[in-house]
T-cell receptor, first 112, second 113 residues
Framework: NAGVTQTPKFQVLKTGQSMTLQCAQD?????MSWYRQDPGMGLRLIHY???????DQGEVPNGYNVSRSTTEDFPLRLLSAAPSQTSVYFC???????????FGSGTRLTVV | GENVEQHPSTLSVQEGDSAVIKCTYS??????FPWYKQELGKGPQLIID?????GEKKDQRIAVTLNKTAKHFSLHITETQPEDSAVYFC????????????FGKGTMLLVSP
């Protein structure tokens, strides 16, 4: 049982480039979310999804797009990377019955 | 929206001592309060949680207390060990089932041998 899998683990982008951070879970959880973690800022919610075809914005959505075509996958897209998007990104899924969140191991993104 | 404040930002203790991390929340409708431990280079991992109908919950060396009137909750770690060294996050959410979590900014706990 892999849980939540994020790829890649590390990425360096140039300003203006685009990329997709992948997230997949095998626990059949309906709820998935993306957080970014910055020093001294804790974890801030970017986007979330309560099921396939349904997404919504979190606290810091600007510069990011998401889609949810299947229960398992929830990719995060950066359309035009900016240095302010340098961060560690975590994907999580939630068991709606006991509330627990399971996090992936993260993607460390550097935008130069 | 919900706001969660966490203190202290860093905490250093000697092995065997107790450690206490405190959080306050702003929205009285919040009803679920988990604590996460994050080791270096890893994602946060749930270590204990509490719901608003319970005042205290224990799991071996860790315990969480909740004061709904004062809107604060605390994590207590007894008999600390070096492997307890990590960043700890508190969080709060509103509602049942699927819900978004609002996190505190984290506490770096260092346990010295």
């Amino acid at each position: 049982n892999a849980g939540v899998t994020q790829t890649p683990k590390f990425q360096v982008l140039k300003t203006g480039q685009s990329m997709t951070l992948q997230c997949a879970q095998d626990m059949n959880h309906e709820y998935m979310s993306w957080y970014r973690q910055d020093p001294g800022m804790g974890l801030r919610l970017i986007h979330y999804s309560v099921g396939a075809g349904i997404t919504d914005q979190g606290e810091v959505p600007n510069g990011y797009n998401v889609s949810r075509s299947t229960t398992e996958d929830f990719p995060l897209r950066l359309l035009s990377a900016a240095p302010s998007q340098t961060s560690v990104y975590f994907c999580a899924s939630q068991d709606g019955y006991n509330y627990g969140y399971t996090f992936g191991s993260g993607t460390r993104l550097t935008v130069v | 929206g919900e706001n969660v404040e966490q203190h202290p930002s860093t905490l250093s203790v000697q092995e065997g001592d107790s450690a206490v991390i405190k959080c306050t929340y702003s929205d009285s409708a919040s009803n679920y309060f988990p604590w996460y431990k994050q080791e270096l280079g890893k994602g946060p991992q749930l270590i204990i949680d509490i719901r608003s109908n319970v005042g205290e919950k224990k799991d071996q060396r860790i315990a969480v207390t909740l004061n709904k009137t004062a809107k604060h909750f605390s994590l207590h770690i007894t008999e600390t060990q070096p492997e307890d060294s990590a960043v700890y996050f508190c969080a709060a959410s509103i509602g049942s089932g699927y819900s978004t979590l609002t996190f505190g900014k984290g506490t770096m706990l260092l346990v010295s041998p």
